[in-house]
């Protein structure tokens, strides 16, 4: 099992360009969310989703999408990126709603120039 | 609004040398205290979860402990290969968590 797979891993970005950090996970998780990691600071919540078909938002929202069709997969996207946008983001994944196990892919580290 | 405080955000042990991390919490609601090791380049890996006050969980030489307002996580005759940094994190519900900004451990051999 792989786990949770997140690609790429490097990515350099333009100010102005969208991509999609892509999260594909293999444990038949219900719960899936991304998370942003700044220098010294803590692990911030964008987006997770409880299930196929449902999203909702975390701490820091703008400036990302995010989609849910399958069990498996939960793709970011990223509109318009800035410098501020620059960080490491983790999928994460979780059996239920209640365990606080999370399950985190190894990272996509973005840089916004 | 939830908060997670770490402290030290650093702390350089000699092998052998115990000593305690804190991780200070504000979460409405609380449904579990959660403690997760992140080795450098790597995603966090799970290590603890605390429901309740006087809830204590060991592994190996680590120990967590919880009460009404914080954690701690003892560590016992550390090795070098438990540098890593630590982070503490809350939930509210959902098992999304509010993460604290972590301490960096280095054990010296």
């Known amino acids: 099992n792989a786990g949770v797979t997140q690609t790429p891993k490097f990515r350099i970005l333009k100010i102005g360009q969208s991509m999609t950090l892509q999260c594909t996970q293999d444990?038949?998780?219900?719960?899936m969310y991304w998370y942003r990691q700044d220098p010294g600071m803590g692990l911030k919540l964008i987006y997770y989703?409880?299930?196929?078909?449902?999203?909702d938002k975390g701490e820091v929202p703008n400036g990302y999408n995010v989609s849910r069709s399958t069990t498996e997969d939960f793709p970011l996207r990223l509109e318009l990126a800035a410098p501020s946008q620059t960080s490491v983001y983790f999928c994460a994944t979780a059996s239920g709603g209640n365990t606080g196990e999370l399950f985190f892919g190894e990272g996509s580290r973005l840089t916004v120039l | 609004e939830d908060q997670v405080t770490q402290s030290p955000e650093a702390l350089r042990l000699q092998e052998g040398e115990s000593s305690s991390l804190n991780c200070s919490y504000t979460?409405?609601?609380?449904?579990?205290l959660f403690w997760y090791r992140q080795d450098p380049g790597k995603g966090p890996e799970f290590l603890f979860t605390?429901?309740?006050a006087g809830e204590e969980k060991e592994k190996e030489r680590l120990k967590a402990t919880l009460t009404k307002k914080e954690s701690f996580l003892h560590i016992t005759a550390p090795k070098p290969e438990d540098s890593a940094t630590y982070l503490c994190?809350?939930?509210?519900?959902?098992?999304?968590?509010?993460f604290g900004k972590g301490t960096m451990l280095l054990v010296s051999p």
């Open positions: 979460v409405s609601g609380l449904r579990g």
């Open positions: 444990m038949n998780h219900n719960y």
């Open positions: 994190a809350g939930s509210s519900g959902y098992s999304t968590l509010t």
């Open positions: 605390l429901y309740s």
């Open positions: 989703s409880v299930g196929a078909g449902i999203t």
